[in-house]
């Protein structure tokens, strides 16, 4: 794939993922910009991109290093040079600890640094466990920052807010290795409500939580050190917030379409879409085309693709064709079929899942219509599911 | 991977996908004997394994070779020794069909056979076109089948049943290294209807329409050598019809939920679900439990993943919890929820878009409880989009 640098957008096949890095790049700064307006830290979520170049790139404009989902993201980003790096969930198989253990004493000698979230008194002692075995075995002292989840509205993972987060953060002082590093306190459900005051009701009640957590624990003589959390979709009210003090925000970094649904708040940055699924007409017919991207060339999990209109003459509606195809359709007040062959692009509805079914994105310069292929991303962390 | 090897399922990280091998031979021999049985050809479709290993076990067990959707598929199942491939979908991309003719080219002195769809005079004329500039330059000469894809009521790619049909087959006839194969008749959309009755008059409609095609192209002279088509969920319909000689159901090998939510015919041959994914229980809470597989561990585009239930008294019923996560509760009639680190197997909404997310499965024999690690099978096609 890298004999498409210096080529032409045209040259791309297809399907193909296609980052537009004039527009992520734009994407980079206003929210570098936006984090130190806000005096809150920056550490965007690499579940995202899954790319080691991409997260240096973020390191470099200002965040202090990125979160992960996984062990294997983690490691996947230890590899290619990400010295900060922040498990954002739950781990507990002994086997990934052992390998999280691991990666804290890789990290240590260059400075570099790992954390990790807990919900459980068992998560708490398993950790300690593996990082104790770890220094005996080694000889080489190494720490995990850890902070305790609290569950501010998703009902996912995280500990109830209040008193069961005390047990908590009183068992974590117990263990040497282990550093009580603060609250995670992700809402991730709030993150596409549609209206700015449903988004802020959420975030509100957040706040009013982890905040009297936060008092109960410093109750106990032990400092919260940072609450940590927040996506795109809410990242203005957490940073907003007086008691974050750090955004784990990921997807302003390419913007999908589901992000793009959101109906926005005065004041809140504005992302432009950065991420496109190249695609060709592979079939044409009386009242529909046909092209080669499905569902196995982007996630519909938030909706199917937008299709990118280059004019409103030109628009088109894009319905499902199953794995490898999509039917489109010209939009209301538009009649246009493309030809056999035409190249489209495709707005994929969520970038995550999206990024993770390609092993590789093309970085294009100057545009999608006339743009050149400056570099390749790989994708370090796809199928990382561990 | 390849230390799991002789280790019991046990040792399998989560997430992960897992194929009982046992069951999948079984589902395997059913096919086979089904097929022998009805005296039609079966070309499974390999878009769903996207693997060669299991491609070559089709064969073996009497496929006369498999389907594929998209030209980097079948180089990945060329590259893995498997000879006999039809790309059942339209290319027109010039690169591609270059690509295509080049693999004619190999797999010509081998005995071996690609085929591929039309649906256009276009798409024809490039066919041919790169063939012969093939031809030309290598001195090879080498011929590709081509079968017109007819739109049998999918309303997705392929020509009208009828006249349109006659203008393609007389333009193939022009072409040397174009061989006019037949025509190939899949209905898509009558895979998942629920009831034998409507899959049965979808199937019905279909077989008319192609029968009179067929007619009206042989009144020209020209002979339709086969006709092929059909899904694991109408594949006896299609088998009885006296008009279809061949079959390209994939499914059937792994089987899915979707499929599984099919209502059966009398005498429909009924196959297990051999694809599993393996999770684990990371958090655990008052009325809900946290699985490590999400969206990026298993597709939902045909419905979330059923949670394979042991005994009655542990069904559990699984939610979307995102990309990563999977939240579990006690099914009607049923209170128990795992405990934390518990191991719980998924049988996936999809089977294709499942695999394609995964480089590996693990192949085990003897079962989910007590089998053993048997072989690791590469998804060669994983990622193969273009």
């Not at 390998?99 to 004493?105: C, D, E, G, P, S």
């Not at 925000?249 to 809140?268: I, K, R, T």
């Amino acid at each position: 794939m890298s004999d498409l640098i210096g080529h032409s957008v045209n040259a791309i096949d297809t399907p193909a993922l296609v980052l537009d890095l004039d527009m992520m790049e734009r994407n980079l700064r206003t929210m570098a910009a936006f984090a130190e307006r806000h005096q809150v830290l920056l550490r965007p979520h690499a579940k995202m991109h899954k790319s080691a170049e991409l997260a240096k790139l973020q390191i470099a404009a200002g965040a202090v290093g990125v979160c992960v989902q996984k062990t294997s993201e983690a490691e996947a980003l230890v590899a290619g040079g990400v010295h900060n790096i922040f498990i954002t969930n739950e781990v507990v198989a002994l086997h990934k600890l052992t390998r999280i253990a691991a990666l804290t004493r890789v990290l240590a000698p260059q400075g570099g640094k790992l954390a990790i979230c807990v919900d459980s008194m068992e998560g708490i002692k398993r950790l300690a466990d593996c990082m104790n075995d770890g220094r005996i075995a080694s000889g080489i002292t190494s720490a995990i920052d850890v902070f305790i989840e609290i569950n501010v509205g998703q009902n996912r993972c995280g500990v109830e807010p209040g008193l069961p987060a005390i047990a908590l953060a009183l068992e974590i002082r117990k263990h040497p290795a282990l550093n009580f590093a603060g609250l995670q306190a992700y809402h991730g459900g709030a993150q596409h409500m549609r209206s700015p005051t449903e988004r802020q009701a959420a975030i509100v009640g957040a706040v009013k939580a982890v905040s009297d957590t936060r008092d109960l624990i410093e109750a106990q003589g032990m400092k919260v050190g940072l609450v940590t959390g927040a996506g795109t979709g809410t990242a203005p009210l957490e940073a907003a917030s007086k008691l974050y003090g750090e955004l784990q925000a990921g997807s302003y970094l390419f913007m999908d379409a589901d992000y793009a649904a959101n109906e926005q708040a005065v004041g809140q940055p504005r992302f432009k879409h950065a991420l496109f699924v190249k695609t060709q007409v592979i079939s044409v017919h009386a009242h529909h085309v046909v092209c080669d991207a499905g569902h196995k060339s982007h996630a519909i999990d938030s909706g199917l693709p937008k299709v990118h209109a280059f004019s409103s003459r030109s628009e088109l509606d894009y319905s499902n064709g199953g794995d490898e195809h999509g039917i489109l359709k010209p939009a209301a007040g538009s009649t246009r079929l493309p030809s056999l062959g035409s190249m489209l692009w495709l707005i994929p509805g969520h970038c995550d899942p999206t990024v993770n079914l390609h092993d590789m994105m093309i970085g294009v310069r100057g545009g999608l219509l006339k743009g050149i292929v400056e570099r390749i991303i790989k994708v370090d962390g796809r199928g990382a599911l561990t």
